[in-house]
T-cell receptor, first 115, second 110 residues
Framework: GAVVSQHPSWVICKSGTSVKIECRSL??????MFWYRQFPKQSLMLMATSNEGSKATYEQGVEKDKFLINHASLTLSTLTVTSAHPEDSSFYIC???????????FGPGTRLTVT | RKEVEQDPGPFNVPEGATVAFNCTYS??????FFWYRQDCRKEPKLLMS???SGNEDGRFTAQLNRASQYISLLIRDSKLSDSATYLC???????????FGTGTRLTIIP
């Protein structure tokens, strides 16, 4: 079945540094990937839609200069949290839709802690 | 008002019992509806899609009422492995932009 991986699965970084999270579709190609964020006891919130070969579309309230998204190939999207602050600590989850399908497959998530 | 509202629970239910979750959505243009389950510190996984006519998958039954903008999930003969958070999810055009409810936490008690 469709498998999506994320790397790293967890990361701890210091305030002010940048962190890159990778999202890969392992056995399918996806022109569209999504990035979500989930704070404790809250719902997943869509941050942005990542389109292969073009600029990402950000949801209202999400700073595009802080959360840099690159979708360089049909199997890889990256999210870089720049100048991270403690309030960016969260569970970041990506998802991808296989070409010709409608179902979203989620990655296992990346837990970011900013100290 | 949240786009998708659920009773957060928690629901503590004895093994073998039947439990029902409800969900309401605010956008009448929503076209697709799903139930996902999410285990602690894991990604959400699709449990089932919800169709207008209602649909069943084993012990799980989902219902949709478009007029009332209401979705339900019924779990019969609950198992310990059903313990999880159940997320009500709606989508507008296509199934790309998913809007998640906050989830209802279910614990099945032996």
């Amino acid at each position: 079945g469709a498998v999506v991986s994320q790397h790293p699965s967890w990361v701890i970084c210091k305030s002010g540094t940048s962190v890159k999270i990778e999202c890969r579709s392992l056995d399918f190609q996806a022109t569209t990937m999504f990035w979500y964020r989930q704070f404790p006891k809250q719902s997943l919130m869509l941050m942005a839609t990542s389109n292969e070969g073009s600029k990402a579309t950000y949801e209202q309230g999400v700073e595009k200069d802080k959360f840099l998204i690159n979708h360089a190939s049909l199997t890889l999207s990256t999210l870089t949290v720049t100048s991270a602050h403690p309030e960016d600590s969260s569970f970041y989850i990506c998802s991808a839709i296989p070409l010709g399908s409608y179902e979203q497959y989620f990655g296992p998530g990346t837990r970011l802690t900013v100290t | 008002r949240k786009e998708v509202e659920q009773d957060p629970g928690p629901f503590n239910v004895p093994e073998g019992a039947t439990v029902a979750f409800n969900c309401t959505y605010s956008n009448s243009a929503s076209q697709s509806f799903f139930w996902y389950r999410q285990d602690c510190r894991k990604e959400p996984k699709l449990l089932m899609s919800v169709y207008s006519s209602g649909n069943e998958d084993g012990r799980f039954t989902a219902q949709l009422n478009r007029a009332s903008q209401y979705i339900s999930l019924l779990i019969r003969d609950s198992k310990l492995s059903d313990s999880a958070t159940y997320l009500c999810v709606v989508a507008n055009f296509g199934n790309e932009k998913l809007t998640f409810g906050t989830g209802t936490r279910l614990t099945i008690i032996p």
